[in-house]
């Protein structure tokens, strides 16, 4: 195993027993490096780096096994025999040059199908449950909350580009020897980011973006790009082509609030603020007397004990909520 100096990522990604340790194929070298990375905590990000530039470049190999090709060629050949047993006893023409050329094409066909076959990535899958948050940590060190109802998922060939349903705050790690970008992808847009903490919400057939610090790219699906600055809100529909909402907004802790169990509103109305727990807790909400949708709220809502929920948003609306079979029957007090 090595014992020379790692200044450069190629350094790393161009030594064997790294590669080794990435893929834990030997004990030897895999103590070596955990070892030699706890005495060096100023080379972890190059290390981490180094990690994903192995990892994305590696290539399953699959060699076809020679017993497979000539059990292959007998069967072939023995099909063409009994083809042609009647025959006169001239050269067969599987024997041919020309013949021969076409068979050894076929076999080499078939080695290269089964090494694009077994070349598959795998895909990584985080789902929450209604009323559970969820703290991930991504290969490359993002850190992400998940909200309730939601799904992130992405694949191991590229762990910075991840898909989204659902909602979550992202607080993403820069590359900054890679200046690699991390992109989230809903129906509706992606967003494109090199390190930054921003919120997407993707509910209702729109995505909801609230950047809190750095700067993003929106792409959204009909193909326009909208650049986001810290405090900027923008949500889109695919579905209706349009944005709904373009705001400025100096409180950040109204789009993230969730992150901490809580929601807050500043003279949102209960419709709004209503459709927010039916996110969380996938419970039907039904208003009996309608005029109550606009009713104004403002102030904070926990949100991880239901019937809490319910006691301070009638107190703060005004109004009674009866809980039945999983529906939320909403009355005018």
Not at 136 to 145: A, F, M, N, W
Not at 203 to 210: A, W
Not at 287 to 308: C, Y
Request: aromatic letters at 10%; a negative charge.
């Amino acid at each position: 195993m090595s014992k020379k100096d790692y200044s450069t990522i190629e350094d790393f990604t161009s030594d064997t027993s790294f590669i080794n340790w990435v893929n834990k194929s030997q004990l030897s070298d895999v103590k070596f490096w955990d070892h030699w990375i706890q005495g060096h905590p100023n080379q972890q990000q190059m290390v981490s780096d180094a990690k994903d530039i192995v990892l994305g470049i590696q290539f399953k190999k699959a060699v076809l096994p020679s017993t497979k090709i000539n059990s292959e060629w007998d069967k072939f050949e023995n099909t063409l025999l009994a083809k042609n047993q009647n025959l006169t006893q001239k050269t067969p023409f599987y024997n041919s040059r020309y013949f021969l050329n076409i068979a050894a094409s076929l076999i080499i066909l078939l080695a290269i199908t089964h090494i694009f076959f077994t070349n598959k990535t795998a895909t990584t899958v985080h789902k929450t449950a209604f009323g559970e948050i969820a703290s991930i940590s991504l290969p490359d060190g993002t850190s992400v909350t998940l909200n309730s109802n939601s799904t992130l998922s992405y694949t191991s060939d590229d762990t910075r580009t991840v898909f989204l349903q659902g909602e979550a705050y992202f607080d993403v790690e820069k590359k900054r020897s890679t200046k690699a970008k991390f992109t989230v992808n809903t129906d509706d847009l992606a967003v494109e980011v090199f390190g930054t903490s921003f919120n997407v919400n993707n509910r209702k057939k729109s995505t909801k973006v609230f950047l809190e610090e750095g700067i993003i790219s929106l792409k959204l699906k009909n193909g326009i790009e909208k650049n986001m600055i810290p405090g900027d809100l923008i949500s889109y529909s695919h579905s209706t082509n349009e944005i709904i909402e373009e705001a400025r907004l100096n409180h950040s802790e109204l789009q993230t609030s969730w992150k901490h169990g809580s929601l807050i509103f500043d003279r949102t109305t209960l419709d709004t603020a209503m459709q927010n727990i039916e996110n969380t807790y996938g419970i039907e909400v039904i208003f009996i007397d309608d005029s109550i949708r606009e009713v104004l709220i403002t102030g904070a809502i926990p949100t991880q004990n239901l019937d809490i929920c319910i006691k301070t948003i009638e107190k703060s609306a005004n109004v009674r909520i009866v809980n039945e079979n999983n529906k939320l029957y909403i009355h005018k007090e």
